[in-house]
């Protein structure tokens, strides 16, 4: 069974830079996992954040970046807001038509 | 505009059934690709569910023959049978618009609640 990795919580001050990373629990993640990166706040539905390692979905700001740090898939935010405080997921595309998302980073802007 | 609108949350009994839908916009439901995810309460996201836009069908492990995907055209709607329900299968259900060639999820709907419990 695929798992996929996630620090549950991280912090950052505001105007800092924070990296969450998604990983795999047997291997690396690769763009061939085509990661995605999605923010949800409480009581909301999930906002689609970067697909396809670092691929900017519409309208979410530059500050938000995706790319490959190592083994494992990043979602880089610089220069942080207080409303960047939410709960990130990734998600891999394992294969034949299996999603697994990760269990999530709660971000704490403080 | 694309949106997504779920109904059809409810408390239902363990081993009783529900069905969900999931009503597109602005987009045509047959031409894409179109996922499940849930939510248990306090938990992270769970995906369980694809139905491309060829017809196959591809569930999460947990829901293996006890939740079932289709779609109506003339409706513009997405439904997902839920049978045999458990206590577990509790949660927030989103309907989401797949992309074929990126493989993530680029629009999501508000979400419905299914409450398992006797």
């Known amino acids: 069974q695929t798992v996929v990795t996630q620090d549950p919580s991280l912090s950052v001050s505001p105007g800092g830079t924070v990296t969450l990373t998604c990983g795999l629990t047997s291997g690396s993640v690769s763009p061939l996992y085509y990661p995605s990166w999605y923010q949800q706040t409480p009581g909301q539905a999930p906002r689609t954040l970067i697909y396809s390692t670092n691929i900017r979905s519409s309208g979410v700001p530059g500050r938000f970046s995706g790319s490959i740090l190592g083994n494992k898939a990043a979602l880089t935010i610089t220069a942080a807001q207080a409303d960047d405080e939410s709960t990130y997921y990734c998600v891999l595309y394992i294969n034949n038509g299996v999603w697994v998302f990760g269990g999530g980073t709660r971000l704490t802007v403080l | 505009e694309v949106q997504l609108v779920e109904s059809g949350g409810d408390l239902v009994r363990p081993g009783g059934s529900l069905r969900l839908s999931c009503a597109a916009s602005g987009f045509i439901v047959t031409s894409d690709d179109m996922h499940w995810v849930r939510q248990a309460p306090g938990r992270g996201l769970e995906w369980i569910s694809v139905?491309?836009?060829?017809?196959?069908?591809y569930y999460e492990d947990s829901v293996k023959g006890r939740f079932t995907l289709s779609r109506d055209f003339s409706k513009n709607t997405l439904y997902l049978q839920m049978n045999s329900l458990r206590a577990d299968d509790t949660a927030v259900y989103y309907c989401?618009?797949?992309?074929?060639?990126?493989?993530?999820?680029?629009?999501w709907g508000q979400g419905t609640l299914v409450t398992v419990s006797s």
């Open positions: 139905i491309y836009s060829g017809g196959h069908t």
């Open positions: 989401a618009r797949g992309s074929y060639s990126m493989y993530f999820f680029d629009y």
